[in-house]
């Protein structure tokens, strides 16, 4: 793990799992505000370039099918595995902001920083990209093109931030407090739901700070300890089960920071212990037939 | 046994003129090969503007309200003045004629072009002086020739092989922002 750093500003995304209906619009506009080409065979993947994923969780309890979709950008860590394993410091992650850069000129593809990144957020360029005539008229300025044989990732729609920083220079304001509509990644910006809020993590002023205290809000894999910089809400309880991997039984959102406090939820009491021993006094074996624990099992991250 | 020495081809003075000819062929002949002069469409004289009739720097190298730099002026901006031809010069009538009259940009050549990796704010350089970074314009009467690389399309203004006129090396970024105490995070200079 990279020493933490502490960013007086963290960009962060807040992204209310149970308004996201799964439509791909964020996608799509991720794709072409990123000069990301369309895959050689879309429905490979693993060769695939998506900087953002859409993961649907549905499931049918009972019979009685529910619907959730979980739309994951990089998680711009805390914390960031990729960074410390990086061999030729191509990402990093030290500007102001809190975002994880990744200079492509400077990757030259051992692809060890997918490796560690446990969220699948980093993509491999396994073939030049192709651009039809038409698609070629589409490429931006805003995000450089990569060749194929690096590693590439979601940065937050980054150039916005530099054209804010910019904008606010020329009006004379400062490039440091951004306003909270300033700077908003394409994602946040196409999705037609209101899902994805987006903002300064730190800023008391920003929509992000009031919804990562949410009491249903969680955090992707949270115990690894990277940090994330991403929050996810849903009121449901199963939702929220499949964002770590809880044992049977197990109380949601234990307090098993194994490495040390990660800043989320309230009392960080007895930690440790909650891992090994199942909280609430519910058996981690056999039936969970009703409760919380009844959906633990459900997928596959439900179980170690 | 043979002696070895007698099959030699020569002494000092074949070794020297092909040394002569390397000389020639590296510093003269490939620099020429590589680089392609260019000259601008139109001879825009700075002088005229600037020492002449009196113009800021800023009525055309201006800020936009968005943020951006508005380095060189859309034929629009030029057309404020010179939307009919004002003086005697020859390509000044050849600007308003094929340009403004049908209202089509200039291909002007730029001479310092950033990769497309690299995002260049010069908003925030603003407090910086022009000069500092480009050459200073304000006397030039004759636009500089372009010496465009054929392999790479990087542009300077000598078709030497190491230079410091054409785009702007990182390590003087990285220099400059060490010495004034500035970030060099990756993600300042690129995107």
């Not at chain 1, 008391?204 to 991403?230: C, I, S």
Request: hydrophobic fraction near 35%.
């Amino acid at each position: 793990m990279s020493a933490a750093v502490d960013f007086r500003i963290r960009w962060g995304m807040v992204i209310d799992i149970d308004k996201c209906t799964g439509c791909g619009v964020c996608l799509s506009a991720c794709q072409k505000e990123n000069n990301i080409p369309p895959g050689q065979d879309p429905a490979d993947r693993f060769r695939s370039l998506n900087w953002l994923f859409i993961y649907d969780l549905s499931k049918a309890p009972g019979g009685q099918p529910e619907a959730a979709f979980l739309p994951r950008p990089c998680m711009q860590c805390g914390k960031p595995s990729c960074v410390s394993v990086c061999p030729v410091i191509a990402t990093d992650k030290n500007e102001e902001g809190g975002i994880v850069s990744q200079i492509y000129p400077r990757c030259f593809g051992c692809r060890y920083c997918m490796a560690s990144c446990p969220y699948h957020a980093r993509v491999f360029g396994w073939y030049d990209p192709k651009w039809t005539p038409e698609a070629k008229e589409l490429i931006t300025p805003h995000t450089s093109c990569r060749p194929r044989g690096v590693v590439e990732k979601c940065t937050f729609c980054h150039h916005r931030f530099m054209y804010a920083k910019d904008k606010a220079r020329v009006a004379g304001e400062d490039p440091g407090h951004l306003a909270e509509d300033a700077y908003i990644p394409a994602c946040v910006e196409a999705c037609p739901t209101g899902a994805m809020h987006f903002g300064d993590l730190n800023n008391p002023e920003h929509a992000v700070y009031k919804l990562k205290h949410d009491p249903n809000a969680f955090r992707l894999l949270e115990r690894l300890g990277t940090d994330p910089q991403v929050y996810y809400i849903s009121t449901r309880e199963w939702v929220r089960r499949l964002g770590d991997n809880y044992l049977d039984g197990e109380a949601l959102n234990a307090p098993t920071h194994r490495y040390g406090a990660v800043g989320h939820g309230g009392g960080h009491a007895a930690a440790g212990a909650a891992h090994a021993a199942p909280a609430h006094g519910e058996p981690a074996h056999g039936e969970p037939a009703h409760g919380e624990a009844s959906e633990g099992g459900q997928s596959g991250h439900g179980k170690e | 046994m043979a002696n070895k020495s007698s099959a030699s081809s020569g002494g000092a003075l074949p070794f020297f003129i092909g040394f002569i000819a390397m000389l020639f062929v590296g510093w003269w002949v490939f620099p020429q090969a590589l680089f392609s002069a260019m000259e601008q469409p139109i001879r825009f004289s700075h002088k005229v503007h600037a020492e002449d009739q009196g113009m800021a720097c800023e009525d055309c190298h201006f800020f936009n309200e968005d943020g951006s730099y508005n380095g060189i002026p859309a034929t629009a901006k030029c057309a404020e003045c010179h939307s009919d031809v004002l003086g005697e010069d020859p390509d000044e009538k050849k600007f308003v004629e094929e340009y403004v009259s049908k209202e089509k940009e200039v291909p002007w050549v730029a001479y310092q072009d950033q990769p497309d990796n690299v995002f260049f704010s010069h908003a925030a350089h603003q407090k910086q002086e022009c000069t500092s970074c480009h050459p200073d314009m304000a006397g030039n009467d004759t636009p500089p020739t372009v010496f465009v690389n054929k392999l790479t399309g990087y542009t300077q203004l000598d078709h030497k092989m190491l230079n410091d006129t054409g785009t702007m090396k990182m390590y003087r970024c990285e220099r400059c922002h060490a010495l004034n105490g500035q970030s060099n995070a990756c993600y300042v200079c690129h995107r």
